[in-house]
């Protein structure tokens, strides 16, 4: 059966992938305030459980981009959703900070296949006008299943236990690798996609690089990171990401031990920063479309533009000490998550935009190593600093950062402009 608008189907599992993967990541953080009791840890040593999670993520970026690229879309990323659901279970079974630390690690060993994966299935399935739209969608299942977790979480663990709580969420990622295996395809593989919509993304999409005997190029690591465009979009990402570190892994904390909230305000409230996060990540989306028609503005042009907005948006955040009441610290949240997955969803588009199809994912797992580099380094600074100079500081570099990436952005990648083609630009 030929089914119209397949690629928005495709999306729609993708973004099931990213939902369920950031519901299991996120456990954690809402869990945190009971864990520090249960397990009897500081808030140093949780930093530190933190930190194996973005340590092995950080390291394991390009290398899960490579073996996506190598054993192809279907195979690479059921394999990786299979294996990242049962290291979450395995959290049930932790005694104390240094074995959850482990059991992260692993976690984080085998989650960093979710954006590269997403990435190349959107270079696979979307012309070039399009992308940003369609990586808006799917990256929507971060700030979903960072949304979905404290209530989720929450009411499974006051239900039966906080053990309990990573059973659950980590038995969803084996229901989702079955689907991802039964029903991807490649747009030139699936059965079920019309001829004109082949037609529609192949005619949109810049030509896949052949080698001499006419076979598939292989991604060259050392030629990728040799290039502008690659750290025109690393830097930005480095710097970006601390940001939504803070939100996943400290928002709840923070609420506990600043702002005297238990763990049922946590439940009502710590999921809004995460809705107004995906409406940022949609709206971005559709804002690089909205500037090539009425602006006129180039492809990567109206990445950048939509990049600049989100980082002045970021400024919200950086008032957050200047909140009178924990409602009004919320509001603020809700608009660094709403920015940050604004630049969130252009900068990862940018990969599609500006890498051959056959390097995306390793292109894209490694600018995602530097965005977790920055991650990682800021989760142990906010460790190791929140209990003297407290929180507030800390905000205000969040906004400091996205500031600098949005100028870095700029003055890197405006002449990657030529990289995407006339045609597919203007299909």
Known sequence: MKIKG???????????????NYLAR???????????????????????????????????????????????????????????????????????????????GL????????????????????????????????NAGTSLGAMLAPPLVIYVQMQYSWQAAFYVTGSLGFVFAALWWLFYRSPKEHANITEEERAFIVG??????????????????????????????????FLAEPAWQTFSFWIPLYLATERGMDIKQIAMFAWLPFLAADFGGILGGYLSPF????????????????IVIGAICMIGPGCIGLASDAYTAIALFCIGGFAHQMISALINTLSADVFDSHEVATANGLTGMASWTGGLTFSLIVGALANTIGYNPLFVCLTVFDLIGACVAIALLRDSNRKVTAAAAAH
């Open 291 to 306: 500037f090539m028609k009425h602006f006129k503005f180039q492809v990567v042009d109206s990445r950048l533009a939509g």
């Open 107 to 138: 976690l984080g060993l085998t989650e960093a296949s979710a954006i590269p994966s997403g990435i190349k299935a959107v270079g696979e399935w979307f012309p070039t006008k399009e992308r940003s739209v369609a990586v808006g969608w799917f």
């Open 6 to 20: 397949l690629r928005w189907w495709i999306i729609g599992l993708i973004c099931l992938g990213t939902i369920v």
């Open 26 to 104: 996120n456990s954690l953080g809402v869990m945190a305030p009971i864990l520090k009791t249960d397990l009897n840890f500081s808030t140093q040593e949780y930093s530190y459980v933190v930190a194996a999670f973005q340590l092995a993520y950080t390291v394991m970026q390009p290398v899960c981009g490579y073996i996506v690229d190598f054993l192809g879309l279907k195979v690479g990323f059921a394999l990786f959703a299979a294996l990242w659901s049962l290291a979450n279970c395995l959290h049930g079974f932790a005694t104390g900070w240094m074995s959850l630390a482990f059991f992260r």
């Open 204 to 237: 949109g999409q810049n030509p896949p690089v052949l080698t001499a005997d006419g076979a598939a190029a292989k991604p060259k690591v050392m030629e990728i990171i040799s290039t502008k465009r690659f750290w025109g979009i690393a830097i930005p990402r």
